[in-house]
């Protein structure tokens, strides 16, 4: 059993299991509490959010706080990229969440109080901003704070919206391609963080803020957005 909440984390294809938490990022061996890789928070920040291993064995973390920016570790736990980001505010807690690496070498960074999801060069050069603070999403007064944001295979992008209660699929040109909140699944959105789009094309949410042991903290729905599943738990 690792630390208490985690902030980020994946099984990895040997079976070890790589977690962000306690502002810590550590890969522990399969079926164990052994720890074979880590990295600590640099002092100067304030917290470790995104942890994720990238294919050629380095690792992705975000640091928040006053030099807020993007690493790739590699496997002595050195640094061998440092991205400087634009999150547009002090507020540490709230600068990033979910950060991935595209396939294209640039990075995909979600501002919660920027309303933005912003695509980083390695150089730290800002080349694409999804916005989602948009009228026809309910503007800044909706809070569609981005968590999540996925690069899907057709360009376009998912992001899960948080205090916005929405998930909501981005054209290229940032306009809304697809979209499912409260009125389409009986209110079962409560500050959706956690997401993630199947092979299958349906999508799965997490409400991280259901606190209603009646109500489901994941389900998932379909491209027609009926829910195909459900899981309760206290």
């Known amino acids: 059993r690792g630390p208490d909440r985690a902030r980020d984390g994946m099984v990895l294809p040997n079976g070890n299991v790589l977690l962000s938490a306690a ?11 052994e720890v074979v890789w ?11 959010g995104t942890v994720f291993r990238l294919p050629d064995g380095n ?11 993007l690493l790739e570790i590699d496997t002595a736990g050195e640094i061998v990229v440092e991205v400087p980001l634009e999150p547009e505010t002090d507020n540490a807690h709230m600068q990033t969440r979910m950060a991935r690496k595209l396939p294209n070498g640039n990075y995909l960074v979600p501002h919660l109080l920027a309303f933005k ?4 060069t390695p150089t730290g050069e800002v080349v694409d901003v999804i916005h989602t603070d948009l009228a026809e999403l309910g503007g800044r007064e909706a809070r569609n704070w981005p968590f999540t ?15 916005g209660n929405k998930t909501v699929e981005f054209a290229p040109d940032g306009s809304v391609a697809w979209r499912v909140d ?17 092979p299958k094309g349906n999508t799965i949410i997490a409400s991280y803020g259901q606190r209603d ?16 599943w459900e899981l309760f738990f206290p």
């Open 149 to 163: 944001a996925i690069r899907l295979a057709n360009g376009r992008t998912l992001v899960n919206l948080t205090n």
């Open 59 to 69: 690792s992705l973390v975000v640091e928040r706080g006053e030099l807020p920016r």
């Open 23 to 33: 502002n810590i990022a550590r890969e522990y061996r399969k079926g164990s509490q």
């Open 38 to 48: 880590s990295y600590r928070l640099d002092p100067r920040n304030k917290e470790l």
């Open 213 to 228: 042991p009646a109500k489901t903290k994941i389900f998932e729905v379909d491209p027609n957005k009926q829910v195909v």
């Open 182 to 198: 409260n009125a389409d699944v009986d209110d079962r959105f409560a500050d959706p963080c956690g997401g993630q789009r199947l």
């Open 117 to 120: 999801v912003k695509e980083y």
